[in-house]
């Protein structure tokens, strides 16, 4: 019917090395992007020559091959499969707290809470499906100055993984890049970012206590209501007080 908006949501597969890893319901589109992306976050490649892809002519699905020990090394991880909340089946490894000691913040701090504002703006602007459904997530990557790569998908996780892959075809360098998503900080998402170096990750929506370890163990701020009210932030895992960027300072 007209004046009806949907969101459209696709079944697409991914093979790695001969098997079966993954099959997203996803947006389909920047579908390249999204398996590049989805391997480096989960440990089977860090740059994109370690991968060859191949997109089936067929049907929506890749055909992924990637170094034996890079296999080796998530197979070994044991990884749990876990059922996340609104977001169906996902696999993700988190270490004992317990045996890993926190880092020290990474890479430049974020930028002032005006300048989030002014980069979230910029992201919802670019975000067609997400201005014209209000059912899209959005992600990018920034330099602290300018959006890097974006991406929008109808889960927050394959937007996040369509960003870092666009960033790595364009031969991006991540590390110490900052990630804008639209929805909630989760444990997979943190631990995405985490595992590609990122700094920091903003949000206008909050991280959840998972995340919040995770950017403890590995130095990663989090920043969350970035663009109405005052910021708060996560700095290495400890809630700071006050706004993001250089002047926080003091703990709640």
């Not at 590609?196 to 959840?208: F, K, M, Q, R, Y």
Request: proline share 6%; glycine share 12%; net charge negative.
């Amino acid at each position: 019917m007209s004046g009806h908006a949907a969101v459209e949501e696709v079944a697409v597969w991914l093979e790695v090395n001969g098997r079966p890893a993954v099959t997203w319901m996803c947006t389909p589109a920047q579908l390249e992007e999204l398996a590049v992306g989805w391997l480096h976050g989960e440990g089977y490649i860090e740059v994109l020559e370690e991968v060859r892809l191949r997109p089936c002519a067929t049907d929506l699905g890749f055909w992924a091959e990637v170094p034996a020990a890079r296999l080796a090394a998530v197979q070994a991880e044991g990884r749990r499969p876990v059922l996340a909340s609104g977001c169906g089946a996902v696999s993700t490894f988190l270490a004992d707290p317990g045996t890993v000691q926190a880092q020290p913040p990474r890479g430049a701090p974020p930028p002032s809470p005006e300048h989030l504002r002014a980069l979230f703006k910029q992201l919802f602007a670019q975000g067609e499906r997400y201005k014209d459904t209000g059912g899209i997530h959005a992600a990018a990557l920034a330099d602290g100055t300018e959006l890097i790569a974006h991406a929008e998908d109808i889960g927050r996780h394959n937007a996040v993984d369509k960003a870092i892959g666009g960033a790595l075809l364009s031969r991006h360098v991540i590390a110490e890049l900052g990630l804008l998503v639209t929805g909630r900080i989760s444990a997979e998402l943190a631990f995405k970012a985490a595992r590609a170096g990122i700094a920091w990750v903003a949000t206008p929506s909050v991280p959840s206590t998972l995340a919040v370890e995770i950017a403890r163990r590995s130095g990663m701020t989090l920043v969350g209501r970035a663009v109405s009210g005052e910021p708060q932030v996560w700095e290495a895992g400890r809630r700071a007080g006050g706004q993001a960027g250089s002047d926080v300072g003091g703990s709640s």
